[in-house]
């Protein structure tokens, strides 16, 4: 699976972007699709996901209420609308899919990230 994400930015705070995941190579099915970030010098942190199969979604408790999954199946797309973003939501942003778990500890498959910058 090849994952292509873009959508990444600079934004002020309480500013929004959304964030989108194409894969190529295979469908979704199968797999839970989602994002993990990277700020620097910090460790990968897992930020939403949705299995593809279910619609379920999940998030880390740092992002409920602000960012949103969606998904668009005829594209093989999903999307992250990240809304009211923080500084400390600054990172790269990556896309992944996961046979196994919800929250993407796996990975079995990943893209080059998209830099989210949050700054005034």
């Known amino acids: 699976v090849q994952l292509q994400a873009c959508g990444g930015g600079l934004v002020q705070p309480g500013g929004s972007l959304r964030l989108s995941c194409a894969a190529s190579?295979?469908?979704?099915?199968?797999?839970?699709v989602g994002w993990f970030r990277q700020a620097p010098g910090k460790a990968r942190e897992f930020v939403a996901s949705?299995?593809?199969?279910?619609?379920?979604?999940y998030y880390a408790d740092s992002v409920k209420g602000r960012f949103t999954v969606s998904r668009e199946d005829f594209k093989n797309t999903v999307h992250l609308q990240m809304n009211s973003l923080k500084p400390e939501d600054t990172a790269v942003y990556y896309c992944?899919?996961?046979?196994?778990?919800?929250?993407?500890?796996?990975?079995?498959?990943w893209g080059q990230g998209t830099l989210v910058t949050v700054s005034s």
């Open positions: 190579g295979r469908t979704f099915n199968g797999y839970v």
């Open positions: 949705t299995r593809w199969s279910t619609g379920d979604t």
């Open positions: 992944a899919v996961d046979r196994r778990s919800s929250y993407l500890e796996y990975r079995d498959y």
